[in-house]
């Protein structure tokens, strides 16, 4: 199962085998059934039941059990900071531990399942006052709701009121990620909303932004570990879990 939000997304199924990666946002990664270990370049594994891994870590996640959740965490919200401060252990690159983890397995979001997979999403990121300076907030807004359009760092930044040079600085200051990126992630959310509204992988893809086909197929392996093709072929049910 897939539910999407505006800026985020959470993913409950097979572990999938993922190969090594680097996502655009921050993801909260759950062994449903077991621990799972992630290995990055030059540091110790390490093996955990909930991790928060931040944007732009390449890492290779390797699952023990048979089932993982995934929660894509919005930058431009205030609940990646919340969830940061719900682990209890790790570094900047990669937390460990989730307080609630427990409940956190116990109550994974599967459909129609109690409580609601919006009310998990509440306890693994609790909902905060903004903490994000508000131009950046709406320029981040701006990106999601324009996706269907190449909105540029200088379009944005002269709305911002700042040069480009300093609105690339404070973007990923306050969001964790880089405008590129965020920008990609996006029109990843965006194809998953056309595919969930029936429409095909090609048109979904170009639709969203993506020059081609290809071009959506390898962004989408460097960002989660694996090809569209492989996720769509075990069969993912997509959610939009704003109408819940």
């Known amino acids: 199962m897939l539910w999407l939000w505006p800026g985020q997304a959470i993913y409950t199924g097979p572990a999938l085998d993922l190969e090594a990666h680097s996502g655009s946002v921050a993801c909260?990664?759950?062994?449903?059934?077991?621990?799972?270990?992630?290995?990055?370049?030059?540091?110790?594994?390490q093996?955990?039941?909930?991790?928060?891994?931040?944007?732009?870590?390449?890492?290779?996640?390797?699952?023990?059990?048979?089932?993982?959740?995934?929660?894509?965490?919005?930058?431009?919200?205030?609940?990646r900071l919340a969830c940061e401060r719900q682990m209890t252990s790790g570094d900047s690159g990669l937390r460990l531990g989730h307080r609630e983890e427990r409940l956190l397995i116990r109550h994974a979001p599967w459909p129609g399942s109690v409580p609601s997979a919006p009310d998990w999403l509440d306890l693994a990121a609790p909902r905060e006052p903004a903490q994000i300076d508000a131009r950046i907030q709406e320029a981040a807004a701006r990106l999601r709701t324009e996706v269907h359009r190449t909105v540029s760092a200088e379009e944005l930044a002269i709305g911002c009121g700042l040069s480009t040079s300093r609105f690339l600085h404070l973007f990923p200051a306050h969001t964790g990620t880089t405008f590129r990126r965020y920008r990609l992630w996006t029109r990843m959310l965006r194809v998953a909303e056309l595919l969930a509204g029936r429409?095909?992988?090609?048109?979904?893809?170009?639709?969203?932004g993506f020059a081609s086909p290809s071009h959506f197929s390898e962004a989408?392996?460097?960002?989660?570990?694996?090809?569209?093709?492989r996720l769509l072929a075990a069969g993912v049910t997509i959610i939009d879990a704003t109408t819940m």
């Open 199 to 208: 429409h095909d992988l090609t048109t979904a893809a170009t639709d969203a």
């Open 28 to 45: 909260l990664a759950i062994g449903l059934d077991d621990v799972f270990t992630v290995r990055t370049r030059g540091q110790p594994a």
């Open 47 to 79: 093996t955990a039941r909930s991790a928060l891994i931040a944007p732009r870590l390449t890492h290779r996640l390797v699952a023990h059990g048979d089932r993982m959740l995934f929660c894509y965490l919005d930058p431009g919200s205030s609940r």
């Open 220 to 229: 989408f392996h460097r960002m989660f570990g694996l090809r569209p093709s």
